[in-house]
T-cell receptor
Framework: DQQVKQNSPSLSVQEGRISILNCDYTNSMFDYFLWYKKYPAEGPTFLISISSIKDKNEDGRFTVFLNKSAKHLSLHIVPSQPGDSAVYFCAGGGAQKLVFGQGTRLTINP | NAGVTQTPKFQVLKTGQSMTLQCAQDMNHNSMYWYRQDPGMGLRLIYYSASEGTTDKGEVPNGYNVSRLNKREFSLRLESAAPSQTSVYFC??????????????FGPGTRLTVL
């Protein structure tokens, strides 16, 4: 039972354009959602979060949108830069635990 | 400020051998976690410790044991390693401040191969 799903294993975007990473969840009890970024041979690092009572949170080039009725969230990166090339994980949180999706590998092409 | 540290970085074991993965954090966090990352599976929670003196099973606890040695340290033990335990293991910690979204801080990982 995968509570958090990232259905696109990979995404390729041209530098300067918008990157949109998607995530679906099944657990209505999640209190918040987080996005993590992971470079090879490093641990994941926190990127941005959103409370389940919000529908949007913005931090610089990164915006997360939450659609509770569709149980869907997305991460928008504008403009995309070469350093954004990484694996991105979404996670649903509650009761002191996080449940992670499978990850999406984002490649930014020059 | 080292954050979350893990040792060793790499390890190769033979089937049936045992080993302990070490994790320490210097952020005075109450909660600590062990995950494994496998291709196409994301990060799966093995065990966690919400506070010093407590541990709980996560999604994939079979074949593992943990010890919360003190507030700083949380170790993961494989008593009899199996090839299915070949993975990258991450330790993480977080504050249980109710204002935070349980932002977890991760260590650099231990790459374990079981032959």
């Amino acid at each position: 039972d995968q509570q958090v799903k990232q259905n696109s294993p990979s995404l390729s975007v041209q530098e300067g354009r918008i990157s949109i990473l998607n995530c679906d969840y099944t657990n209505s009890m999640f209190d918040y959602f987080l996005w993590y970024k992971k470079y090879p041979a490093e641990g994941p690092t926190f990127l941005i979060s959103i409370s389940s009572i919000k529908d949007k949170n913005e931090d610089g080039r990164f915006t997360v949108f939450l659609n509770k009725s569709a149980k869907h969230l997305s991460l928008h990166i504008v403009p995309s830069q070469p350093g954004d090339s990484a694996v991105y994980f979404c996670a649903g949180g509650g009761a002191q635990k996080l449940v992670f999706g499978q990850g999406t590998r984002l490649t930014i092409n020059p | 400020n080292a954050g979350v540290t893990q040792t060793p970085k790499f390890q190769v074991l033979k089937t049936g051998q045992s080993m302990t993965l070490q994790c320490a954090q210097d952020m005075n966090h109450n909660s600590m976690y062990w995950y494994r990352q496998d291709p196409g599976m994301g990060l799966r929670l093995i065990y966690y410790s919400a506070s010093e003196g407590t541990t709980d099973k996560g999604e994939v606890p079979n074949g593992y044991n943990v010890s919360r040695l003190n507030k700083r340290e949380f170790s993961l033990r494989l008593e009899s390693a199996a090839p299915s335990q070949t993975s990258v293991y991450f330790c993480a910690s977080s504050s249980t401040n109710v204002r935070s979204y349980n932002e977890q801080f991760f260590g650099p990982g231990t790459r374990l191969t079981v032959l």
